[in-house]
């Protein structure tokens, strides 16, 4: 209703824009046409206001168009930043993501917690390993890791993530030949603030959170979440969601985000 109020005032607007040149129109050909002869004046006056009525349609049409496409996007961004999604782009991580995630050496601001969630992360880990012990050298923050299981009991769920989605080499290597060799030496120098879990057959999207704790005890809480096809790995083809939340705001139920974060913490404390 409120979309169709808007467009019926957007008319109507137009309507008597319309009227009013169709008017001067008709004054100005009255006041300043040289010839005496009416059928003359009364040709040149019905051909600027034919014009006139071209140009107010189209302007019509057009302004609908535009109206109409506004308010479909306004609506879904409504909808959007209920479920708590502000941001849709690619599924890579960019300067901003990572100070965001890892904390700021400028401003000595530092997340207190963070919840990673991949397969095997192995390139991820690879890549961002100076943030991350940056991050741990500079704060408190405690990290937590959930990774695929490779053992035995959790080999038919590898292969069926592998015949979806081949790899050049085997998750089963990813995790135990890389991703544990980036993360041992973090282990070792920050014992109890640096943590794996290993899950079985639980596996959805790769998803990131940083806590922030704020002075009155709350958290502001962001999320990176990539969603991808079952059959392509999330850096070749995925749209990347974000968002956030705090802690202490009231009304959670809606934010996917928020909810993402609780499915974080049973899976963790399944695999306890």
Known sequence: MKKKKQFELSFWVLAVIIIALVIMIIIANALLHDSTD???ILTDLLNDILSVAIVGVVATIFTKVITDNFFKIKKNNDKLLSFGIENIGEGRSNAEDILNLFGNKKTNNYPA???LMFISGNGFFKTFFDDIKECLQNSDCKIKILLVSTQKDNKEYIERCERLCPQSTSYISQVNDET???????MDQF?????IRYYKDEYRYNFRIAKYRLKDGSFNCLCWWNVQPFNKD???LSVGLQGSWNSSD???SENIFNHLDNGFDLIWDNYR
């Open 38 to 40: 009416w059928k003359e």
């Open 113 to 115: 917690e963070i919840k």
């Open 180 to 186: 544990i060799i980036y993360l041992q030496p973090l």
């Open 191 to 195: 014992p109890n603030r640096v943590e």
């Open 234 to 236: 999330s850096v070749d």
């Open 250 to 252: 009231k009304n959670l």
